[in-house]
Structure formats: structure tokens, C-alpha cells
């Protein structure tokens, strides 16, 4: 159930202060002669995608590792999930109907 795997994968990048990376854009690359404190929040910022990207791709299955491997960013992992399983999908649209 995509709503399930998303509230859990949330509070976990939340206990772990990263959900913010999937929020808000990555920033620009800091310039050769960028303040040590710009340098430090791209880095951290890096970091983090890189850690919540280990999250998402840990928590699915084999094959859509596969198909999303070569994403460029977790943002858009979380996207193109959402879009195939999300509330709104078929997929959901087809399991309700088959409830009802």
C-alpha cells in the first residue's frame, strides 16, 4: 500500500531530520570562492539526499530498484512512485472498485 509505505518512510526520514530533502530543491553548486557556511549546506545537503535516496531504494522492492536506479535524485524516485501507486493511480482506483 503506497500510502502506508510513504507515512512510514516519512517518519523515518523525519527521526532522522532529512525529510527536508524531499521538500525543498537541491541548492545551487557554490561557486569556487563560496563562503565556508554555502559550502557546508550543499554538503549537507548532498549527504542527506544521498541518505534518503538508501532509504526509498532499501524500502522497495527488487524491481523497482531496478527501474529507478538511474533516477537522478530521490525527489524524483518519491515522484514517479506516487505517479504508478499513489491515491490516485489505477492501481488504487482498481483495488477500491474491487472492494466496493
Not at 53 to 77: C, F, G, K, T
Request: no cysteine; net charge negative.
Amino acid at each position: 500500500n503506497y500510502v502506508d509505505w510513504h507515512q512510514n518512510v516519512r517518519i523515518v526520514l523525519n527521526s532522522e531530520d532529512i525529510d527536508y530533502v524531499l521538500e525543498a530543491p537541491m541548492p545551487a553548486l557554490p561557486a569556487e570562492d563560496a563562503s565556508i557556511e554555502d559550502l557546508a549546506i550543499y554538503k549537507k545537503w548532498v549527504a542527506d539526499e544521498k541518505k534518503v535516496r538508501r532509504y526509498l531504494m532499501a524500502s522497495i522492492s527488487n524491481a523497482l530498484q531496478v527501474q529507478h536506479e538511474s533516477m537522478r535524485d530521490s525527489r524524483e524516485i518519491l515522484l514517479h512512485l506516487r505517479h504508478l501507486y499513489g491515491e490516485t493511480s489505477r492501481n488504487a482506483q482498481f483495488q477500491l472498485t474491487a472492494e466496493l
